[in-house]
């Protein structure tokens, strides 16, 4: 089967198309999945300049880049046919579309400008990504699953972006001999225990089965991306900070220090919660302190505040493994694309745990993407639903949706 994933989240807007062997709602977890189409688009510059993610100019660029990326993913992926004549929409068809696109009239002509003159193409299911993220950025890849939905008549699957992490980060790469990508999941042993990191989360998770979830810890603040980015333009480092802050930190030379370290936040508590709220405000004050503010004293600030950060991260995640006795440790968003944290992990769990294994996302999944919410979606393709709403703070938990066949029983 064949799906076509959206991802609008926060500010990319990334669409794939993947394959694989089995039919929809049957999907094995060990199932080699090929990807047809991989693209993306990313608001990162536009943003730039507030200095974080806007989300009204996010739904703006979603909304620009939606429908050349799906022809372009559907052209990547040899799917685009040309239509004899162009399609006309039935009574119906034209009432449900209209109704989707009530609020984006705008994205709606893109949409029968795009759609409407290509042939139905072979693809069972989309998935889109529902929460979390910034709702009204949610509402454009929704509504334009919606939309494919019924203009292809295929089920939707709404996917947790956050699941779309943890399976990034499951992705093996297999050998293809066709050109295209292949992978094939790779975590089987459980529990597991996620450390899910990006701009709008930081999470511990504790995995008893594979799809079950529960929180055993979060921040009490700021998302560790969140601090990265604020930090970085204290230090007058571009939007997104994660990035910056790490090459900064890398100049320093080994056992240069700063005078007075930052504080490692919760360090010490017995809980597997985090806070960086209190250490982006010790930064400023480091800032303030030193009188003259060059390139080498604001490489240390990033390194010790990495450093803060990566100690922290470090600390709860073993001390969560070692109380569950799981098998795997899995980091997944953005911030784990991050050097430091990536090889201060892969060195302690070897020491510390050394029958955990620790499953780390391919850099360039790390960030948004519409792969993983494809992977996702593949996985929970026995959980359609006839409406989706975005929801801006949607927690990874037990699933509880219906499936396919519940749903056509219904009907
Ligand atoms: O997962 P993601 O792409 O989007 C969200 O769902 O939030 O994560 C974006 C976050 C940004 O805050 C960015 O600064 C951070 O990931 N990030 C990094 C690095 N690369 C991206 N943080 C630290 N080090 C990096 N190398
Ligand atoms: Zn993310």
Excluded at 1 to 20: F, K, P, V, Y
Aim: aromatic share 4%.
């Amino acid at each position: 089967m064949r799906i076509l994933a959206i991802e609008t989240s926060c500010d990319e807007t990334g669409i794939a198309i993947l394959e694989t062997t089995g039919a929809l709602g049957a999907i094995s977890p060990r199932a080699q999945i090929k990807v047809l189409a991989d693209v993306l688009v990313s608001q990162a510059s536009i943003h730039a300049e507030y200095g974080g993610v806007f989300p009204a100019l996010a739904r703006r660029e979603h909304a620009k880049n939606m429908m050349p990326l799906i022809t372009k993913a559907l052209s990547e992926a040899n799917l685009l046919r040309p239509h004899q004549n162009t399609r006309v929409l039935n009574t119906k068809e034209k009432e449900i579309l209209e109704k989707i696109f009530s609020k984006e009239p705008e994205l709606f002509e893109n949409f029968k400008t795009a759609l409407l003159d290509i042939g139905i193409p072979d693809i069972d299911a989309i998935a889109v990504t529902s929460g979390p993220g910034l709702e009204p950025a949610l509402w454009v890849g929704i509504n334009t699953a919606e939309a494919l939905g019924t203009l292809w008549d295929i089920p939707v699957i709404p996917v947790n972006h956050m699941e779309g992490h943890i399976v990034a980060s499951l992705l093996a790469h297999k050998a293809a001999t066709d050109g295209k990508k292949n992978f094939a999941l790779t975590s089987l042993h459980y529990p597991a225990l996620a450390l899910l990191i990006s701009g709008g989360h930081t999470e511990l998770v504790l995995m008893p089965r594979v799809g079950t979830y529960e929180i055993l810890g979060q921040t009490r603040d700021d998302a560790v991306g969140e601090a990265f980015d604020k930090v970085a333009r204290m230090l007058g480092l571009a939007y997104p900070g994660g990035p910056e802050i790490s090459k900064l930190a890398e100049t320093v030379l080994a056992g240069k220090k700063l005078a007075e370290p930052l504080p490692r936040p919760m360090l010490a508590s017995k809980d597997f919660d985090f806070s960086f709220s209190g250490l982006k405000t010790s930064v400023l004050y480091a800032i303030k302190k030193i009188p003259d503010l060059n390139l080498k004293t604001k490489a240390l600030i990033a390194k010790d505040f990495e450093d803060s950060v990566t100690e922290v991260l470090l600390a709860k995640t073993l001390a969560a493994a070692k109380k569950h006795n799981v098998h795997e440790i899995i980091l997944g968003g953005g911030v784990s694309a991050n050097k430091k944290i990536r090889a201060t992990f892969i060195n302690a769990v070897r020491r510390e745990l050394p029958d955990v294994t620790l499953f780390l996302p391919d850099q360039k999944l790390s960030t948004d993407n519409g792969l993983m919410i494809g992977v996702a979606g593949l996985l929970r393709s026995n959980k359609v639903s006839k409406k989706i709403i975005a929801e801006g703070h949607l927690r990874l938990s037990k699933n509880s949706r219906p499936t396919l066949a519940e749903l056509r029983k219904k009907k």
